[in-house]
């Protein structure tokens, strides 16, 4: 069975720079995403990767301030996050799919397994 984890969670000033890590365990995905929801909204692709590639997909939000990526030799995805404003407090989830194509690394319909959560929360 996988196991999505994430950690790096936390609360940052506005302007801060957070780094988020999703662990996945039982199975290498091929892909893996980072997805934010607030209540009353829908879950929000942030950033996907398809795994020991160099293939990313953003949000149009993103606008070039995030960073999804694995280090060398490291299944570990890292989401790293610039330049935030306090309208981007959310839960950040991590999730991994059997998908190997970028068309659906923001389509969290197609993500099977998920993690517990991060809470990022951006003050003013």
């Known amino acids: 069975q996988v196991q999505v984890m994430e950690s790096g969670g936390g609360t940052v000033q506005a302007g801060g720079s957070p780094r988020l890590s999703c662990s996945a365990s039982?199975?290498?995905?091929?892909?893996m995403a980072w997805f934010r929801h607030v209540p009353e909204a829908e879950r929000e692709g942030v950033a996907g990767?398809?795994?020991?590639?160099?293939?990313?997909v953003y949000g149009d939000f993103v606008k070039g301030r995030f960073t999804i990526f694995q280090e060398k030799g490291d299944d570990t995805v890292y989401l790293q996050m610039n330049s935030l404003n306090p309208e981007e407090t959310a839960t950040y989830y991590c999730a991994s799919t059997i998908r190997g194509s970028a068309w659906y690394l923001l389509r969290p319909t197609e993500f099977t397994n998920w993690g517990k959560g991060t809470q990022v929360t951006v003050s003013s």
């Open positions: 990767i398809l795994v020991g590639t160099n293939t990313t």
């Open positions: 039982g199975y290498r995905a091929p892909a």
